[in-house]
């Protein structure tokens, strides 16, 4: 079993944005917020699967939203999922794509969120996917906030003048989670092939 994110991350490194790379960061931002992650060519996994649209981000300062999320209220998925945009601006995003502050809100939480993974991931590529991402003026925001908060801390072109093909919308559009979850399907059958070889079950299912 594995997520629909992981499942997207590893679509997008094999055929889409981040083909030809070992590591790449899937983030979906819609109902909620979540991420897969591939490093040295394997999806990320521990005693779970990532949840990292539940880390803890600074708020801003003129928020007063509570936060959405059930169990942390104000995590990132609290305050930068279209729930949130909707229950705090009154109106779902779609129909908020000509107020600024909204998505000037939104990318002060979610470049928090980026440079934290950044920091502690360092994936070669940053794929940002889900319904809220389709607000493509949210890009160009997120991209000053990055290189505002790293503050040339780590110092790689991807990170400064490069950071447009650093941080960027899924190749696979949609189709980046159904392909994944075909190759995770694919590579499932092949280790069980092998081990049918090896006389170690009787059988595949």
């Known amino acids: 079993f594995s997520t629909d994110v992981n499942a997207a991350a590893l679509g997008e490194v094999t055929f889409g944005a981040a083909k030809g790379l070992d590591s790449c960061l899937y983030i979906t931002v819609g109902t909620g917020i979540g991420a897969g992650a591939v490093l040295g060519g394997e999806l990320l996994q521990g005693l779970s699967h990532p949840e990292m649209g539940h880390v803890t981000v600074r708020r801003h300062p003129e928020d007063t939203y509570p936060g959405i ?50 920091l502690i991931l360092s994936p070669k590529k940053i794929i940002l996917g889900g319904g809220v991402m389709k607000q493509k003026q949210l890009f160009p925001l997120i991209y000053r906030d990055v290189k505002r908060l790293l503050n040339k801390y780590i110092e790689f072109p991807q990170l400064s003048d490069e ?8 190749e696979l559009g949609e189709l980046a989670g159904i392909t994944g979850a075909l190759l995770l399907g694919r590579e499932a059958y092949e280790t069980q092939l092998k081990k049918q070889k090896q006389g170690k079950i009787g059988g595949i299912l």
């Open 163 to 170: 950071i447009e093909k650093y941080i960027v919308s899924p």
């Open 69 to 118: 999320c059930p169990y942390h209220n104000d995590c990132l998925e609290g305050l930068a999922g279209g729930p949130a945009i909707k229950e705090r601006w009154g109106k779902p995003g779609i129909d908020l794509m000509n107020s600024l502050e909204v998505w000037e809100m939104e990318s002060y939480y979610l470049a928090q969120a980026l440079v934290h993974y950044i």
